[in-house]
């Protein structure tokens, strides 16, 4: 090839108008079908979801009644409020996979919804932005930022609806064979299936608003099909209050809102509250959405003038969305990956127009080398491929003490199957006092009317606040709605646990790693008081011997590089259950327990977690074994050097 041909075809690859060669374009589709299998690992998780249970006790519920629930049948506390149950056929859905094939049905159902809606968004990205190379890693920043939505949630079918959206107008706009037909049948589904439909209709908007103001005049074709997609809407089981059903949501991301305040899921992910006992965050997920924000905003603003109004509109709107909460993350990235390809492509273009800066050809130029497009193509694909590994280990998630594990099943470390499974085995029936948590799951599995759930807009704000005072004084809650079983999360119900240890007409009756459940005295009798072990499941003995205590304070503990290296390829656990049953007995004063099973989660570990040494030095803090205490807290300053609680206690 003459050099003057090689400029030519140089040229044209950064205008984005060259077919990339054999190898380029092979490269390319390899590094995009690597994060397309990150994203395939990082969906299949285990099954942890609290609002997965209502949603699959609401599909039962409609299948047995033939009909769509009115007011709230599965709580005793506020079954006359009205229940706008706009989630019906994803409920029906979703009980139609589970007679199919159980948990691993739903999960892998949910990682086709997933690939599904990030596909048709790469779809729409490469009518602008045609090589594959150059989209993997917008698509792998993409998705590393919306895996904490990775969830077996109705949103996911949103993601798919607003993805079509996008990708029906955008192809109208380009003059290419658009079947605008398919809108109000894809608002029918989506109307019927989850309440973020209304961003269908921002999408809408945003592109009859950019036409007529860039072409001055409206297009009408499209806006007769906007009209009937939005009216459509109006076809669901509670008419106009199922269409405004969007605004009770919108409510939520008020600051003043009490769910907005205590729903970790509607914080701001630019404002978060870490503290010292909670200095873990999903960095990779969190720093991926803060890197893509600050990059394609750099990018839209370079282009700013070239940028089309619809664009800008659809970008700025969903920003907004992902800046007041966390949830909202995915429905940014999935709109920006095609806003952010256009306006990468329009500056490639920009930069490379002939006589202009050619100080930037050739920094351009150097990136279209051959051998540079290879080693990047390589990265595109070694990158993702090891990401994907430290998902299969675990380690993805253990780094960031994450509960998220790969799997098909019930993640036993969040849902409360034993507890369940106990009051089931004891033929409890009648109504049950709960944490927020547990509500959703305890009506599907026991079948038994619940406190309350996360139904949110059900239990309205006056109940949700009412049953927030429960974490000072439980027994007004009581009273007011008396129920016999008591059952809870106690790691994040501590004072619950403390309060009914201490009363007198209360009894405990099942403990374990996640769970509490307590029965009223005087009721209930066949289901005597739980019985304390006498050492833990590794054989520890309790009290624990002086010798076992200083071999296990003493392990050797391995090396945090060494760690993160096998984390590539070797099976990662948290020590989860002894420790958290050692945090139980602490919670309840049992300070021998705990330490026998909080040094059996440190020999498990082999002292990889500080967190297990933070705990000890709690108890022995408490037992005052101060030397005991100040060697597991110096072990905590080396790599927490920010906990306070450690360095006031070894300056003691």
Known sequence: MSRRKREERKNAVLQNDAPESRWDKALGWIAVASVFILACLLSIRKVSEMDLGFHLRAGEWILEHRTWPRTDPFTYTVSDHPYIDIHWLYQLMLVGLYHLGGFPALVLSHTAFILAAFFIMMAAARSHLRSPLALAPLLLIGVLASELRFMLRPETVSWIFLGLTFYLLERRSRGQPSPLWVLPFIHLLWVNMQGLFILGWIILFSYLLGDLLEKKHLDRKLALWSLASVLICLANPYLHQGVLFPLTLL????????????????TSPWRLKLTFSLPFYPRASLWSYYIFSVFSIGVLILTLRRSRIRELLIFIIFFIFSVQAIRNIPLFILVAIPVTGHSLAELAAGLFKKGKNPGRKNFLLFFMKTRTRRILAASAIVLP??????????????????????????????LPIGAADFLLEKNIAGPVFNHLNYGGYLMWKLGQPVLIDGRLEVMGEKFYKEYLTAERDITGLLKKYPSDVVIFPFLVQRSWLQQLHRMSGWRLVYSDHASAVFFRQGVLTHVRKIEFPDKTPGGIEIPVLGETRADLLHIPRRIAWAQGLKGFFQKQEFPAIPMQTGIFYYYIDDLDRAEAFLLEALRQSEGRYFEVYNNLGAVYYKKKMMPEASLCYRIVLKEDPENRIARERISE
Do not use: C, K, M, W
């Not at 409510?251 to 509607?266: D, K, M, V, W, Y």
């Not at 090891?386 to 969040?414: F, K, P, Q």
């Open 251 to 266: 409510t939520r991301l008020s600051g003043e809102n009490p769910f907005g305040q205590n729903i970790s899921e509607f």
């Open 385 to 414: 491929l090891a990401l994907s590994l430290r998902v299969i280990t675990n380690r993805h998630y253990i780094v960031d003490r994450r509960e998220e594990r790969l799997g098909t099943t019930l993640s036993n470390t969040i």
